[in-house]
């Protein structure tokens, strides 16, 4: 399951983080962290197995917690979390997404997506993914209506569908019932399993590896 939301704690209790980016190592090197010896400061993960309930998440420390790191100050740092997580959880009908990194709950349309990232999105439609956009797991029948410039599909499971694919836009891994309708300009798709397909490429378009299954 993918990590979301990921966030450093210090000893005086600030709590970084930043809403473009699930890494550690981001956020180290946005705040110019010293990570030379442990217990300079705590790796956290607000996460769950389901991204889209908000009420199953948990706090977690990673890899390490300091002596310092106290129960009230893991308490304050889960309300402060809690609160910042429920703006980037989308449960609602969305003209744009624009920047930062998301959770598109089931049944939600969005507009536009523009250079921002979905950790996952699950039976909801996107209509557009521009500028440097990135969805990290498409499932069950989700879809995407268009890829423009440099957008980034990572995985489609399922019967997810990618409609039309443009410019240098990518779709690294195809697995299940997955379906590109089709690729145009410099689109990619990197990787085929399973019973997924791609419909019909135009211009430069290029699928890399394909071990589908073949009727």
């Known amino acids: ?31 110019g962290l010293n990570d030379d010896k442990a217990g ?9 197995d ?7 998440y948990e706090l977690k420390v990673d890899e390490f917690k300091p002596v310092w790191l106290t129960d009230t100050m893991l308490e304050t740092a889960e309300r402060k979390l809690y609160q910042i997580v429920k703006k980037r959880i989308i449960t609602e009908d969305r003209n744009l997404l624009m920047g930062g990194i998301f959770v598109v709950a089931e049944g939600v349309k969005i507009g536009i997506v523009k250079n921002a990232t979905i950790e996952i999105i ?16 498409m499932w069950e029948n989700s879809t995407v209506k268009l890829m423009l410039g440099n957008s980034t599909v990572n995985k489609m499971l399922g019967n997810s569908t990618v409609n039309e694919m443009l410019g240098n836009s990518t779709v690294n891994e195809m697995r299940g019932n997955s379906t ?23 211009g430069n378009s290029t699928v890399k590896l394909n071990n589908s299954i073949k009727p």
């Open 1 to 31: 399951m993918c990590k979301f939301y990921s966030a450093i704690i210090r000893p005086n209790g600030d709590l970084l983080h930043d809403i473009h980016t699930s890494s550690h190592e981001d956020i180290i090197d946005i705040y």
């Open 40 to 48: 300079r400061f705590a790796r956290l993960e607000y996460t769950s």
């Open 50 to 56: 389901n991204l889209m309930d908000l009420s199953t």
């Open 122 to 137: 699950r039976n909801s439609t996107v209509n557009e993914m521009r500028g440097n956009s990135t969805v990290k797991l």
């Open 180 to 202: 590109v309708n089709k690729m145009w300009g410099n689109s990619t798709v990197n990787e085929m399993l399973g019973n997924s397909t791609v419909n019909e490429m135009l």
